[in-house]
């Protein structure tokens, strides 16, 4: 019950984060990735993500299979570090297909727990999208709706199987790192304590509340936001 309750409170902790976005308009982060499309694929395309800058020993591999209109997508992915490297908001890593409109689509939380960090993550998910390219992003909490610049891992428009494979490079919108918090200053922001003994969805309900609440969820959306603090009490209650 505790993770199912800290669930709903996520989920309407990233609707109100994201209506919050627009009500900031915040200074998004532009950048481009090549986008595959994999129905021209002949069985599995090979997936290779490759580290960024922010970390450089972070590596994927996988496949993307077209299968009756969906793409199925299987990928592991090592050296991921703790994502509070990134920033003191960031507890865990999302899956993102971008499409060939620069709509970013979460496809899959990749755990970062404590317990987690040094291990190997298996994403197993499925994309509705012809067209795509895919980067991993460390975020505060699984059920954003929009990725933020901390990207770590990018499959280059060149990774798959041997044949000719269309690509197009797209531009797409990030939120620029400390965005939530103001670089960690914002008033009424404490660090998640992810070494407590709680399951690790309430560590992020918990944190998702209180970026919301910094985003001024109480005043523009107080029924969801009550709705959310009552969830994430059941959480409490039950873990």
Excluded at 88 to 102: F, H, I, N, Q
Excluded at 179 to 194: I, L, N, R, S
């Amino acid at each position: 019950m505790s993770k199912a309750s800290a669930l709903i409170a996520l989920f309407l902790m990233g609707r109100l984060l994201l209506a919050q976005q627009d009500k900031a308009a915040p200074s998004e982060v532009s950048r481009t990735l090549r986008a595959v499309d994999y129905r021209q694929q002949e069985g599995a395309a090979h997936l290779v993500f490759e580290g960024t800058p922010l970390m450089k020993q972070a590596h994927g591999e996988g496949k993307a299979e077209n299968a009756r209109g969906l793409v199925q997508i299987r990928a592991e992915f090592t050296g991921l570090g703790a994502p509070r490297e990134l920033g003191p908001e960031y507890l865990t890593y999302v899956l993102w297909a971008v499409s060939r409109d620069g709509r970013p689509l979460n496809l899959a939380e990749i755990p970062a727990g404590p317990a987690r960090q040094g291990a190997k993550s298996v994403v197993n998910t499925v994309c509705n999208l012809p067209v795509f390219g895919m980067i991993v992003t460390a975020e505060p909490d699984s059920a954003v709706t929009q990725p933020s610049d901390a990207v770590v891992l990018e499959v280059p428009g060149d990774a798959g199987n041997a044949g000719p494979f269309e690509t197009a490079e797209v531009t797409y919108q990030l939120l620029p790192r400390g965005f939530y918090t103001m670089q960690g200053k914002a008033a009424g922001f404490t660090a998640p304590d992810v070494s407590r003994n709680a399951p690790f969805e309430v560590v992020e309900a918990e944190n998702a509340i209180q970026l919301a609440a910094i985003a001024g969820a109480e005043k523009y959306s107080a029924d969801t936001f009550d709705k959310a603090k009552q969830a994430l009490v059941q959480a409490l209650n039950a873990s």
